[in-house]
């Protein structure tokens, strides 16, 4: 049996949570509970982007959310958040929109147990309680939509992120920096500007043939 994990993607494509099958107990004695996915650290909330006005800061800013690729004060902020291990595994980047910090995704890398994902964080996501395999519609500007698997998984109160497992492919083929969209069920759920995005992607196609 598999071993546990914690909301990871895993090879089908879906993000889910195994579970290992508990011997039989005492009906009347509580069943232990699920373990909570563990999600990736997300990228800087709000108050903490105060700290880029000044130069002086920017060293503490690093330090705690990653190195930084790519920052405009009115479009966002790519952030190296994972250098890697030295083996091309483990490497991650984000993007947070600025000022208002309401759309994040994170390119997360793969990993000694996964192929890695790219997470969609953002005020449009439909709320859910539990993980949903969804299909929606992903389009870089100037190109045609494609449809895509992935799931819906929740975080916080109002909203859901969205992961897509094939991170690498995703990463190689969105060569330009074109505002990305997302779709479900015919409606917007996420839209956001990939300004930056060559930089990161540099980045993290090196970090990620590392040896």
Do not use: H
């Not at 309401?102 to 793969?110: A, D, E, K, Q, R």
């Not at 109160?157 to 991170?167: A, P, R, W, Y």
């Amino acid at each position: 049996m598999p071993e546990p994990s914690s909301g990871q993607p895993n090879n089908s494509g879906v993000a889910c949570v195994w579970v290992e099958e508990a011997p039989p107990i005492n009906p009347d004695l509580p069943r232990p509970k699920q373990p909570a996915p563990d999600f990736p650290k997300l990228p800087p909330d709000p108050a903490m982007m105060n700290v880029l006005d000044s130069l002086v800061k920017r060293a503490e800013f690093e330090a705690k959310y990653g190195r930084i690729l790519f920052y405009e004060p009115n479009v966002g902020i790519w952030l190296m958040t994972s250098e890697g291990d030295g083996t091309g595994k483990n490497c991650a980047v984000s993007f947070t929109e600025t000022p208002k910090v309401s759309n994040i995704v994170l390119f997360s890398g793969p990993t000694q147990k996964g192929t890695g994902a790219i997470l969609f964080q953002g005020i449009g996501m439909p709320a859910t309680t539990e993980i949903k395999e969804i299909q929606p519609t992903l389009t870089f500007k100037g190109a045609q939509p494609m449809p895509i698997d992935a799931a819906l998984i929740p975080y916080g109160k109002n909203s859901g992120i969205l992961v897509l497992t094939d991170m690498v492919g995703m990463m190689r083929r969105a060569n330009a920096e074109n505002e990305v969209t997302l779709q479900l069920d015919g409606k917007e759920v996420f839209r956001a500007s990939m300004t930056g995005f060559m930089k990161a992607r540099s980045a993290m196609l090196e970090c990620m043939k590392a040896e």
